[in-house]
């Protein structure tokens, strides 16, 4: 029993009628010289265009010759897109009649609204509300338009029409685009798309990443962003996207402060750039610090294979050169190639005795074409290499064209990029066009060219953490305990009126998510204290224990090292007699004991929330000076293995954790694991604020947290206003356990990434016959159980799809065995979805088919579609059955061979 889904090619886009629009309308046309409203309506008819082209303004009967219609619904024919050019206060009244008249999409370039102040975002709202009674879609306001070259639609008030080429650019300054506009005509760069998005009160960056992510004419899309907007639909738009055209993005406000100061360690070393920063790494998404690092980027990535690692060989025929794109790679963390014995001895044999005999190979300056291309094709054969820069300086016995000529046969090499930096002006130029065509992306300066790999490796590195297969996860059934424990705890604390989790309650909620804590006990009297510690033994430390005071060093409330009882009850006196004094006796709720704890790393794991990106993680160097260190990274969670090893590969400290000098490595698995537990535990509980584990004391023994501090939200904050993650977590709602008819227990959950061999097992196990139901051919096994397919099975944004399967209890191998799968893929742009349903042949007429069925539909009713939809073979039976029972209504398809089953929800 199964359904096949249709190719995402056959489906219409949302957007058609925005970029792809039959009919244009023009509404605020005007023959006023220096009008947008004229510039607009001239630009449209000017160009290749071949749609139709109306002018709309009461107060003309003819604009320029073409004949003006009152308003939207006089025209006799349904338009697909609205160009609105009237004042603000006039714009949701235009909306509401283009809505009423059937128009599928417009572009509101007027200015006016939130940019203006609260009128402004007063007239803003207004529209949101109409939009959401209907299915048009708006681009803007205050915005320059759309371009679409290749259509020759000018729905801009731009001068001059962009040339065709294969990048989208979207940008949300209007300035700025003109600008480059401008210098792409110089520069011969031609664009599928333009488009200036203005304040997105609709559409927003991951409806554009995802329309132009399926348009064939574009190969690369490139962003100028000054704001987020919907981080969740941009992350998710991105992350689907990035792994089949690079997203290349630049971003204003680097330097600009976080919003507000936090109180915890996390927070003040969260700056809402590095937040951007680890989003950007999560989804894909190459971000460049520059315009011109924008567009070589996007030539560079189009021409030259990814880097698999981030080693660059550089062959270059004068020293300066060489050393200075040595230094950028090195800046931007690359590493040059040591290059292997092998490849020194072949050089050696070729170049002259005074070469550089190391990475940079300079082949000096007298080196001819013959020179240049044998020593690239030794330093290409050098396993070791992950990339090469070819370097030319203009000299008296160099021709920069014929050594470029010879360049061009190793143009391609199978992993390898190819970069060239041909320096100079005119003398050089011939060389370069021959580069150029030749698909060898080229630069005038060596270090801009080591900076391009440098991106070209960050980039590929940013992708591997998009399908790199993570070890297996827990329990999903200790997983909801722990998530319901934990929520049933801070409610407690929440009702008493408290924000400030003392530091035992914090060690519980951490406990509770299996993070390993030290031994520490409350004591209320100093003989209790004292009893603790000869309990645990000695040297022992105290820490005040306060509902109030967050950090306890600020008013005496840390003593270290204690060696016996005496030396407890003396500290315990200096610790309450410090509160009194400092903060008053009532903030004062006695001391934990806890032992001594010596060796080891201390490291930071905290999480604070960022006011675009949710819930953010941090990990670095801990202890008291982690503010001056500031050694550290952040990731957006849920984690998972691979992407918590990803995390702390960012910092210096991970080469040490590895073992270094002489000493061992810690137990990178526990620690891995303890990142995973806390990612889930920052996402679980929504009410926390802010969350430090700090020192985290890591060894090849043990790790432990020694001291953490919890901070709950507002109280009076409304708990659907909650922070809510950038990345939308596992749904643990949709676990639950399940007995087929023949006795067979099953857990019936969503997928996880995880699950990448358990698939790979399951495709294995299917029939000829039901493979070709499903999928309406038969695939070859070898196919179906690709690394780079089952990824994007297993590893699914549930916003954007929801993939359940059947797992087996107890199956004979031991490994958990998947027998059936069922998933349902929301339409973009729409309240549509598409499902299907695969059980494996020696599990049919269990069941498993139908109960997937049903919860599936559930799983839509959640999400709040309208309707869902299934492809079916005629002679696929068992689901047609199926889709009867659960009262699809059937209809023929526009194939013969296959029906459209249609649920209304």
């Given amino acids: 029993m199964s359904a096949a889904e249709k190719d995402p090619g056959e489906r219409r886009p949302a957007l058609d009628g925005m970029f792809s629009p039959g009919s244009v309308a023009v509404i605020g046309a005007t023959d006023r010289e220096g009008a947008v409203g004229r510039a607009v309506l001239e630009k449209a008819r000017t160009g290749s265009f071949r749609g139709k082209v109306y002018a709309v303004n009461p107060k003309h009967t003819e604009i320029l010759g073409l004949r003006c219609y009152p308003k939207i619904a006089d025209i006799p024919e349904k338009v697909d897109l609205a160009v609105i050019v009237t004042p603000a206060r006039t714009v949701p009244g235009v ?35 109409l939009l959401r009674k209907g299915s048009m879609r708006v681009v803007g306001p205050n915005c320059l338009g759309v371009m679409i070259p290749h259509a020759g639609l000018n729905a801009t008030f731009a001068r001059e029409m962009a040339l065709p080429g294969k990048v989208a650019f979207l940008s ?16 011969r760069v031609g664009f599928s798309a333009i488009v200036s998005t203005g304040s997105m009160l609709d559409v927003g960056w991951g409806d554009l990443i995802d329309y132009f992510g399926e348009d064939p004419a574009t ?22 996207v990035a792994l089949r055209k690079p997203i290349i993005v630049i971003k204003a406000g680097r330097t600009a402060a976080a919003s507000k100061a936090a109180s915890s360690h996390t927070g003040a070393l969260t700056g809402s750039d590095e937040v951007f920063d680890a989003a950007m790494r999560r989804c894909g998404v190459l971000r460049v610090s520059s315009i011109s690092d924008l567009f070589y ?72 074409p013959d020179r240049y291309s044998k020593a690239l094709e030794i330093a290409a054969k050098d396993p070791n290499s992950d990339g090469l820069l070819v370097i030319l300086a203009p000299q008296a016995m160099t021709d920069p064209a014929q050594v470029a000529d010879r360049l061009t046969a190793h143009a391609r090499i199978h992993g390898k990029p190819v970069l060239a930096s041909w320096m100079g002006g005119e003398s050089v130029a011939k060389g370069v066009a021959v580069l150029n065509a030749a698909g060898i992306p080229t630069f005038s300066y060596p270090d801009t060219a080591a900076r391009a790999f440098t991106y070209m490796w960050r980039y590929t590195y940013n992708l591997r953490g998009l399908y790199e297969t993570p070890v297996a996860a827990g329990n999903l059934d200790s997983s909801r305990e722990t998530q319901s424990k934990a929520k049933a705890f801070l409610e407690k604390i929440r009702a008493a009126g408290r924000a400030i989790l003392t530091e035992a309650e914090s060690k519980q909620v951490l406990s509770l998510y299996g993070i390993p804590v030290v031994d520490t006990r409350l004591a209320k009297s100093e003989s209790e204290a004292a009893d603790f510690a000869q309990a645990i033994g000695f040297p022992v430390v ?30 315990y006196r200096e610790i309450e007699s410090g509160v009194r004094e400092k903060a008053g006796p009532e903030n004062f709720q006695g001391v934990t004991v806890q032992p001594m704890v010596r060796g080891g790393y201390e490291l930071i794991l905290g999480s604070s929330v960022d006011p675009q990106f949710g819930p953010v993680v941090l990990f670095g160097s801990g202890g008291e000076l982690v503010e001056v260190y500031r050694d550290r990274a952040l990731g957006l969670p849920p984690l998972n293995s691979t992407l918590a090893t990803r995390l702390m590969e960012q910092t210096h400290i991970y080469r040490a954790l590895q073992g270094v ?46 001291d953490a501090r919890v901070l709950l939200q507002d109280p009076h904050i409304p708990e659907e206003l909650l922070p809510r993650p950038a990345i939308r977590p596992y749904p643990l709602r949709y676990v639950s356990p399940w007995i087929a008819r023949n006795g067979m227990k099953v857990m019936m959950r969503p997928i996880r990434p995880e699950d990448e061999p358990a698939m790979a097992r399951f495709h294995q196990t299917l029939s000829d016959r039901s493979v070709y139901l499903r999928f309406f051919h038969v695939t070859k096994l070898s196919a179906r159980v690709a690394h780079e397919r089952l990824m994007g099975q297993c590893f699914i944004d549930y916003d954007r799809e929801m993939a359940l399967v059947a797992d087996r209890e107890n199956s004979p191998g031991g490994d958990n065995e998947i027998t059936a799968v069922g998933r349902l893929t929301r339409m973009p742009g729409s309240r549509e979805g598409e499902i299907a349903v695969l059980v494996a042949d020696q599990f049919q007429h269990c069941g498993l088919g139908s109960e997937l069925l049903g919860r599936l539909i559930q799983v839509a009713r959640d999400e709040r579609l309208e309707r869902i939809h299934a492809i079916i073979l005629l002679e696929n039976m068992g689901m ?13 398809d526009e194939d013969l061979s296959s029906i459209h089953a249609v649920l209304t929800l």
């Fill in 95 to 129: 909306i509401a009649q283009c809505m009423d008249a059937g128009v599928r999409a417009a572009v509101v370039i007027s200015a006016g609204f939130k940019e203006s102040g609260a009128q402004g975002a007063a007239l803003e709202a207004e529209i949101q509300a």
């Fill in 880 to 892: 047609r059955a199926l889709a009867k029972n659960y009262g699809f209504k059937i209809v023929k």
């Fill in 219 to 240: 190969e690369s899309i490139l962003l100028y962003m000054e704001s987020v907007g919907d981080a969740r639909s941009f992350l998710s738009a991105a992350r689907e």
């Fill in 542 to 571: 105290l820490k005040l224990n306060s509902e109030t005071i967050t950090h306890k060093s600020d008013v005496g409330g840390v003593k270290l090292n204690l060696p016996g009882r005496e030396a407890v009850i003396q500290g």
């Fill in 661 to 706: 000098r002489g000493r061992p490595a810690v137990n990178m698995t526990a620690l891995e694991n303890v990142l995973i537990d806390f990612s889930r535990l920052v996402i679980e509980q929504p009410w926390i604020k802010e969350l430090d584990i700090n020192p985290l004391v890591v060894s090849p023994e043990r790790v432990m947290a020694l």
């Fill in 297 to 368: 980027m996007a030539e560079v990535l189009g021409k030259q294979p990814r880097p698999r690692g981030p080693k660059l060989t550089i062959l270059t025929n004068a020293g300066g050169p060489g050393v200075l794109a040595t230094d950028a790679l090195l800046e931007e963390r690359g590493e040059l190639t040591s290059l292997t014995e092998a490849s020194l001895q072949s050089l050696n044999q070729l170049l002259p005795a005074h070469w550089s005999r190391g990475n940079p190979i300079d082949i000096l300056g007298d080196a001819d």
């Fill in 172 to 187: 949300q300054s209007g300035a700025l685009l003109t600008a480059i506009l401008d210098w792409s005509f110089q520069e």
